[in-house]
Each structure stands twice: as C-alpha cells, then as structure tokens.
Nanobody, 115 residues
Framework: QVQLVESGGGSVQAGGSLRLSCAAS????????MGWYRQTPGKQRELVAT???????NYAPSVKGRFTISRNNARNTAYLQMNSLKAEDTAVYYC?????????WGQGTQVTVSS
C-alpha cells in the first residue's frame, strides 16, 4: 500500500521558517517527480515546488527565493524548507509523488503564518 506521510507543519509568525518532510513508502517503481502543493478553503490546489529524480526543480513565482525543495532518492523522501514566511503562505500543504504508472498524494499538513 502506497503511503506519503508529511510532517513539519505548524504555526509560525511572519518572517519565520518551517521545514516540511514527506516520506514515501510502498511504491514499487522509481519516483520520477516529488512535489509540494497547497490549498486554502475555496481555492484550487496549487503547485508550490517540484523536484525530479535528477534534482531539477521548479517553483511557483510566489515562493521562489524563499522556499527550497530537496529530496533523498535513496529514502524516497522530499523536503520543503520554507523561509521568510508570509501570511499568504497559510494553507494545507500536500506532498505528491509521481511514478511512470501512478500518482500519489499525502494527507496534508497545516501551515499557519500569523502576521
């Protein structure tokens, strides 16, 4: 059974930092892309950042320069270092993993930034 388990969410003041982790298990084939998405009530889920198995990264313009995505391929784990957090970063953050045959989502972790 495929599982993506996120951790590291919480509450922080504006300007602060948080680090999210996502551990994938039960995936038989190699994970091509891992990513982080976020969603606020009434809005569509949006891309935050993705990283390929070769460590190519892609960021949403709103987080570029503040967030850094990384991964450990051997451990099927991805990380999102979030610095200089803003109130508008408040959302539920979801981990995503894509193989050649499938796509998987974590359960989400809440990030709340107070101004």
């Amino acid at each position: 059974q495929v599982q993506l388990v996120e951790s590291g969410g919480g509450s922080v003041q504006a300007g602060g930092s948080l680090r999210l982790s996502c551990a994938a298990s039960g995936i038989t084939f190699g994970i091509n892309v891992m990513g982080w998405y976020r969603q606020t009530p009434g809005k569509q889920r949006e891309l935050v950042a993705t990283i390929s198995s070769g460590s190519s990264t892609n960021y949403a313009p709103s987080v570029k320069g503040r967030f850094t995505i990384s991964r450990n391929n051997a451990r099927n784990t991805a990380y999102l270092q979030m610095n200089s957090l803003k109130a508008e970063d408040t959302a539920v953050y979801y981990c995503n993993a894509q193989t050649v045959f499938s796509e998987h989502w974590g359960q989400g972790t809440q990030v709340t930034v107070s101004s």
